[in-house]
């Protein structure tokens, strides 16, 4: 089994027992502001380091390439208030386009 | 179920179509990051949590192990379980229907039940069900056009599959940034992830970030 599978297989297993976990404990767990800030938090790091990652590096190296064009056209389109498709086909288009054309 | 407010059922379906129709680009960019069609569904249909499913092809996709992929797609699912632990008290179900509504318990359809409050407790489980069960439906089948469209690309810098797995990344961490601890967060964990990429095995840059965001709500 390659690692492509181990982490399909493992990566539903979790999210799944992640969610009937949260329907069989007790509310109050949950009530400590604290706990509360750091779920809102916790997206917030993961998510954005995926997007300098997914952006700027390729394996281990820095790199700035074509597809920093493409994110430039999601971040003009999210300040337009542009709905998620739009930002996802226009960083597309921008990053092919540099790509097809240079 | 008997009669579904009008307000509870819109709402339910245009969150579902326009959700599911992001499942295009989850499609395609597993298959861009290796992952083959039988995988990219099945990812869908058992992760069933969007970030999580961008998390573990992103991580996979740029070199990281399984377990690196397995744990940044499991701290984003952290999230799923507070959702149960909020709707569990207003679904009420057990056995089967507890099962069906964790897998169902999402970003989507917690944000739509909460929404429908002030309609009351009936139409707050409605709004969960309906959409729940829309985004799971519409998600799964344009994950698989998704991944069909892609495997008949070949090179998918030609067609900005490259840029779009970042981008999706983006749309969906920026609605998250509401203050300014946000923001600042979010470049800092940019700044360590991109810092700590040459030094790191790949994906742990982006897991230790985690411990940023622990370290940040702890403080205040």
């Known amino acids: ?102 | 179920m008997s009669r579904i407010e009008s307000t509870t059922f819109r709402d339910s379906l245009s969150v579902s179509i326009t959700v599911g129709a992001y499942g295009t680009a989850f499609g395609a960019a597993a298959v861009a990051n290796g992952f083959s069609v039988l995988q990219t569904c099945l990812l869908s249909l058992l992760t069933f949590s969007g970030a999580s499913q961008f998390a573990v092809i992103g991580v996979l996709g740029a070199g990281g192990s399984a377990l690196s992929g397995i744990a940044t797609a499991s701290l984003l699912g952290i999230r799923n379980g507070v959702y149960g632990v909020i709707m569990a008290p207003r679904l009420k179900v057990k056995g089967f229907k507890r099962v069906v509504a964790a897998q169902i318990t999402i970003d989507e359809s917690t944000a739509v039940a909460l929404g429908q409050e002030v309609r009351g407790e009936k139409a707050m489980r409605q709004g969960f069900w309906l959409t729940g069960f829309g985004v799971f439906l519409f998600w799964n089948l344009f994950t698989l056009a998704g991944a069909l469209g892609a495997q008949a690309m070949g090179d998918i810098r030609a067609w900005g599959l490259d840029s779009a797995v970042p981008a999706a990344f983006l749309g969906l961490v920026w609605p998250r940034l509401k203050t300014n601890r946000d923001r600042v967060l979010a470049v800092g964990c940019m700044i360590f992830a991109l810092a700590m990429t040459p030094i790191l095995p790949a994906g742990l840059p982006i897991i230790a970030t985690a411990f940023i965001a622990i370290a940040v709500g702890l403080r205040k």
């Open chain 1, 1 to 102: 089994m390659n690692s492509f599978w181990i982490a399909t297989i493992g990566t539903s297993v979790i999210a799944f027992t992640l969610k009937y976990a949260g329907h069989n404990v007790p509310e109050r767990i949950f009530a400590h502001p604290k706990v509360q800030s750091i779920n809102a938090l916790i997206p917030i790091a993961l998510l954005s380091a995926l997007v300098a990652v997914q952006t700027f590096t390729e394996k281990t190296q820095l790199m700035i390439d074509h597809r920093l064009a493409g994110v430039s056209a999601a971040v003009i389109a999210l300040i337009l208030k542009a709905p998620f498709p739009v930002v996802v086909l226009s960083a597309a288009f921008t990053s092919a386009a540099i790509y097809n054309w240079f």
